[in-house]
């Protein structure tokens, strides 16, 4: 690490506003994620047209911020209602929530906080030092490399989302077809839109975004309006115990290089992390007989993996703008409306960048500890809220986001339509 990237890095801690914007995607991330039905993929996707108006540093840092504490937000609802908050978070109800009903959901959250930091701290270096390392592979790339790794990303649909590959092929030849529609930048012809000036500059990446992931949500949990949830008493959440913490440091550092390795596979993610840090907690554990009642290495084992994931996934998404997850490609995304580019020149001109997702996600898993610690007694409240409360006010600010974008209608029901179908 040389004197520039420190020098980077110090902007960054002494930045008054970037600091409260990471604080704030930390809280938001947590409180989100803690609320079953919400995720941080849907929160980012509802942030985008807001970040319109930020810096890209400062929307980058927002964004990276609210992606890791998201995932360990999941862990609350998990451990103390046995809904988890995030699909990542399932694998740690296994043996959270049984240590919660012996009375013990204060240690269960204890040891979620602690296990997820270090994975993310863990996986955080890993992006600051391979993706520089691949962008540099990726320099030397022509043409020919260029279309391979297109048809590599491509290829990557037919192992995300449905257990179809054909769908989800379909899905993202249907995406490719969209992405055609406008005035063609080459020829000036235009192409499917139908004399509506509303699509001369295309479909805009953001209420397709906000549809696929909020709105598409919203009606896949509709059928739970009236469901009714009980939270387990939380008084205290306590740190692990030094005879705890020697218990499962081996099962945390496996899982968290287990979690970075398998986000840096593109199209694979948290979820399949933390399912893989679990069963590997289990198989390399004294007492595999004792997981499913309660065993604190059963929680170690998915939080360490799962939130060591989100860094990981962004060393593709920056080196080679294929995003390692959803959430990662949401960012992506985030990246381009800003202007930016994801890819090897991405480090040479604009590095701040780097370091100011490094910086976010470092402190944003620092920050979760105090918050998941202090104020998981009253997260777990707000996992109460009905859902026929919450789901309008998610509705409304859909549209809002959708409209704002450039005050037209057409965006809103480019969102209800990618909503229906997604």
Excluded: H
Aim: net charge negative.
């Amino acid at each position: 690490m040389g004197i520039e990237t420190l020098n980077y890095l110090l902007n960054i801690f002494l930045n008054p506003d970037l600091i409260f914007l990471i604080f704030m995607g930390t809280l938001v991330g947590v409180l989100v994620g803690a609320l079953p039905g919400l995720s941080s993929s849907m929160a980012i996707a509802l942030l985008l047209p807001f970040t319109l108006y930020l810096e890209p540093i400062e929307s980058i840092a927002l964004m990276s911020a609210l992606y890791c504490a998201g995932t360990f937000g999941g862990s609350i609802t998990a451990i103390l209602i046995n809904a988890p908050g995030a699909p990542p978070a399932a694998a740690t109800a296994f043996d959270g929530y049984p240590l919660a009903q012996r009375g013990e959901a204060g240690k269960a959250l204890g040891i979620s906080a602690i296990s997820s930091a270090i994975g993310g701290i863990i996986s955080v270096f890993a992006l600051l030092f391979f993706a520089p390392l691949l962008a540099r592979v990726a320099y030397s790339f022509g043409p020919p490399e260029y279309f391979a790794l297109a048809l590599f990303g491509i290829s990557m649909l037919a192992s995300i989302g449905s257990e179809s590959p054909v769908k989800n092929i379909i899905g993202g030849l249907i995406g490719l077809l969209l992405a055609t529609v406008g005035i063609d930048l080459m020829t000036g012809v235009e192409r499917f839109t139908f004399g509506n000036p509303e699509l001369y500059d295309g479909i805009d990446f953001i209420p397709v975004l906000i549809g696929l992931f909020a709105i598409s949500e919203l009606i896949n949990q509709s059928l739970k309006i009236n469901q009714d949830r009980l939270a387990l008493a939380v008084n205290a959440v306590k740190l692990p115990t030094l005879k705890n913490l020697k218990k499962i440091k081996n099962t945390i550092l496996r899982s968290s290089l287990i979690g970075t390795f398998i986000g840096v596979l593109p199209a694979e993610g948290s979820t399949m992390a933390a399912m893989i840090g679990y069963n590997e907690a289990k198989r390399w554990s004294a007492e595999p007989e004792k997981f499913g009642t309660g065993e604190i290495e059963g929680i170690a084992g998915p939080e360490a993996a799962n939130n060591a994931a989100t860094g990981g996934a962004m060393v593709p998404t920056l080196a080679l703008g294929i995003p390692g997850s959803a959430t990662a490609a949401i960012i992506l995304g985030g990246l381009q409306v800003q202007g930016l580019r994801p890819g090897p020149y991405l480090f040479e001109q604009q590095p701040d960048l780097l370091y100011g997702i490094f910086a976010s996600m470092l402190i944003a898993n620092i920050l979760f500890i105090g918050i998941g610690l202090y104020g998981a007694k009253y997260l777990s409240r707000v996992s109460l809220i009905p859902i026929k409360i919450l789901w309008p006010i998610v509705l409304c600010l859909c549209i809002v986001g959708a409209y704002g974008l450039e005050q037209s209608m057409i965006d809103v029901w480019i969102m209800l339509i990618a909503g229906i179908v997604g």
